[in-house]
């Protein structure tokens, strides 16, 4: 992951590059919680051991040491809540793969299925892919998959145990990167 983490004294630095998939944000913010969590630890000893305060261990180098802690943890915080926002829009971004197209299923006998295509550009082989119906679909089981690029197929499938005419509707996919 191309993410540097680095804490010295009063500063928290976080250095990450653009373009990380989005399991590695999760990674990433998971990584931050954990450095949140002992934070509080390294920035006491770092203020006492390595000049903060050049008072030997007392109430005041406490003080001090505790007083950066404090500064530390708000920034890993802020960190942490951008990075959030950041891990928020790339889901949203693959979310937003979207087409739509009418759609008028053919009767289907119990057991029998139908397979057509929309159109959702930017989608690639080995994306995964949700479809829904605008009608009501009781008996029927709806699959998508990626089919080729910039098109997701989608199959209707009659297990109701009768025959089902579901009227013109609208049918819409989804493609999560």
């Known amino acids: 992951m191309a993410t540097n983490v680095g804490i010295t004294q009063n500063t928290v630095l976080i250095d990450i590059k653009t373009g990380l998939p989005t399991r590695d944000l999760f990674l990433l913010l998971n990584y931050l919680s954990t450095v949140a969590a002992d934070l509080s630890t390294l920035v006491v000893e770092d203020a006492i051991n390595n000049g903060v305060t050049t008072k030997a261990p007392s109430e005041n180098a406490v003080y001090d040491a505790l007083a950066t802690r404090d500064t530390a943890i708000a920034a890993v915080v802020a960190s942490v ?14 979310l ?9 299923p053919p009767s289907l ?25 605008s009608l009501t679909t009781s008996g029927i089981t709806i699959t998508a998959w990626v089919s080729a690029s910039d098109t997701v197929s989608v199959r209707f499938q009659n297990e109701s145990g009768g025959v089902l005419d579901i009227a013109s509707g609208t049918l819409k996919a989804a493609v999560l990167r």
């Not at 809540?81 to 693959?94: G, P, Q």
């Not at 937003?96 to 008028?104: P, Q, V």
């Open 81 to 94: 809540a951008s990075l959030t926002t950041t891990v928020n829009t790339k889901i949203s971004t693959a």
């Open 96 to 104: 937003t793969l979207t087409g739509t197209a009418t759609y008028d």
């Open 109 to 133: 006998a119990d057991g029998a299925g139908t397979t057509t295509t929309v159109t959702v550009t930017g989608a690639v082989l080995g994306d995964m892919a949700l479809a829904s119906f």
